[in-house]
């Protein structure tokens, strides 16, 4: 369109003077001020060219957002990673494969995947907290008779054999806040020292 302008006898929307002197080349231009607007016009295929990648909607991104955090939340490998390296554990999941082949809306959509996700797991892990909470007496009982607690001397060592057991055999791999599982180890001695007054007692 804009060569077949060009053609029109009388039209000139920018002339371009050069010249060099001294071994110096001088440029000289004049350019019509309707004529960006224009040769944007004439030349959609450039323009299109860099034009942003179209969104979707709101409500469906979102709802693909959630969709993909339920599964990473679910991940056991993502449970079990401490807070700092859930974002390079969670980027490894197949869940989210798609989303690092695409360099447009992955970066973004990534954090908000693992932002949702990490959500996702504090309140599952609150809900489970709760739950054994109410069944303190009972881990007590149970973590007191364990073989391998029995055997351990430091509350340090307790506390981490702790952590590992009630993860791997009462939560699913969901973290549970250090300040009961303290008071855990601390009742669990309480009542071994219990059973053994009483054993010597009989």
Do not use: C
Request: charged residues 30%; hydrophobic residues 45%.
């Amino acid at each position: 369109m804009s060569k077949a302008l060009a053609r029109i006898v009388g039209w000139t929307s920018r002339i371009e003077v050069g010249f060099a002197h001294a071994g110096v080349l001088h440029v000289w231009e004049v350019t019509a001020p309707w004529h960006d607007a224009l040769d944007e016009l004439t030349t959609p295929a450039r323009s299109s060219r860099w034009a942003p990648a179209p969104r979707v909607s709101d409500d469906a991104e979102e709802e693909k957002v959630m969709e993909l955090a339920r599964l990473v939340a679910e991940s056991p490998e993502f449970r079990r990673a401490r807070y700092p390296l859930r974002r390079s554990v969670a980027e490894q999941l197949p869940a989210l494969a798609e989303l690092r082949n695409d360099p447009d809306n992955g970066p973004w959509m990534i954090t908000s995947v693992i932002r949702a996700a990490d959500e996702l797991v504090r309140e599952l892990a609150a809900e489970r907290a709760e739950q054994l909470q109410a069944r303190q007496d009972d881990l007590v009982a149970e973590l007191a008779a364990h073989p391998d607690y029995a055997t351990i001397r430091t509350a340090e060592v307790r506390l981490k054999f702790l952590q590992t057991w009630i993860r791997d055999t009462h939560t699913d791999g969901l973290a549970i806040e250090t300040w009961w599982l303290k008071e855990l180890v601390a009742l669990t001695a309480q009542a071994r020292k219990t059973s053994g007054a009483l054993q010597l007692t009989l």
